[in-house]
T-cell receptor, first 112, second 113 residues
Framework: DSGVTQTPKHLITATGQRVTLRCSPR?????VYWYQQSLDQGLQFLIQ???????AKGNILERFSAQQFPDLHSELNLSSLELGDSALYFC???????????FGPGTRLTVL | EDQVTQSPEALRLQEGESSSLNCSYT??????LFWYRQDPGKGPEFLFT???AGEEKEKERLKATLTKKESFLHITAPKPEDSATYLC??????????????FGKGTKLTVNP
């Protein structure tokens, strides 16, 4: 158990819908990262927050957005969902700087 | 563009048969290199961090090494429970100081009893 929690574990929805994925980092970690893992692309960095502020954006679509709240939990919002958005979404946390990132168990999103 | 390439894509070993996995990288500047283990349907599990060429880290049957262009994960006398996908990732120099990771596609290791 990494100490990072993610909910829900599975999500099945239809094209055009909007969903919210939730992540609670390890106690004491200020940085939260979101990654998408699909079979053909591997793990792709989406976005990073550090202590409530956006620090970096990766290959994140405009239909996707995220935020980190004062209690440091984070949410990833995915809207106007397409079939190609089906993937595993992972949240990771770290204390910051170049330290190991600890990954949550992931949310499997299926868009039908 | 920062890039990580892992080889082989898949590797089958007999229990006790030692081998190495390769991770080659091209980055604007390396802040750190990470090895993770991932079981099917689970989140990646942290194994090692290497920061500079020449550095080595060991944990049980695993040993990670780093040069200026690549890293190796050596597996000595593997057991069936070592079967997993091993992921290599780099943390490149980035504007704004982000610690985002760039991952390779992984090596799927199967150890037969």
């Amino acid at each position: 158990d990494s100490g990072v929690t993610q909910t829900p574990k599975h999500l099945i929805t239809a094209t055009g819908q909007r969903v919210t994925l939730r992540c609670s980092p390890r106690s004491g970690d200020l940085s939260v990262y979101w990654y998408q893992q699909s079979l053909d692309q591997g793990l792709q960095f989406l976005i990073q927050y550090y202590n409530g502020e956006e620090r970096a954006k990766g290959n994140i679509l405009e239909r996707f957005s995220a935020q980190q709240f004062p209690d440091l939990h984070s949410e990833l919002n995915l809207s106007s969902l397409e079939l190609g958005d089906s993937a595993l979404y992972f949240c990771a946390s770290s204390v910051g700087s170049v330290n190991e990132q600890f990954f949550g168990p992931g949310t499997r999103l299926t868009v039908l | 563009e920062d890039q990580v390439t892992q080889s082989p894509e898949a590797l089958r070993l007999q229990e006790g048969e030692s081998s190495s996995l390769n991770c080659s990288y091209t980055v604007s500047g390396l802040r750190g290199l990470f090895w993770y283990r991932q079981d099917p349907g689970k989140g990646p599990e942290f194994l090692f961090t290497l920061y500079s060429a020449g550095e080595e880290k060991e944990k049980e049957r695993l040993k990670a090494t780093l040069t200026k262009k690549e890293s190796f994960l050596h597996i000595t006398a593997p057991k069936p429970e070592d079967s997993a996908t091993y992921l290599c990732a780099v943390c490149p120099l980035a504007q704004g100081g982000s610690e985002k990771l760039v991952f390779g596609k992984g090596t799927k290791l199967t150890v037969n009893p």
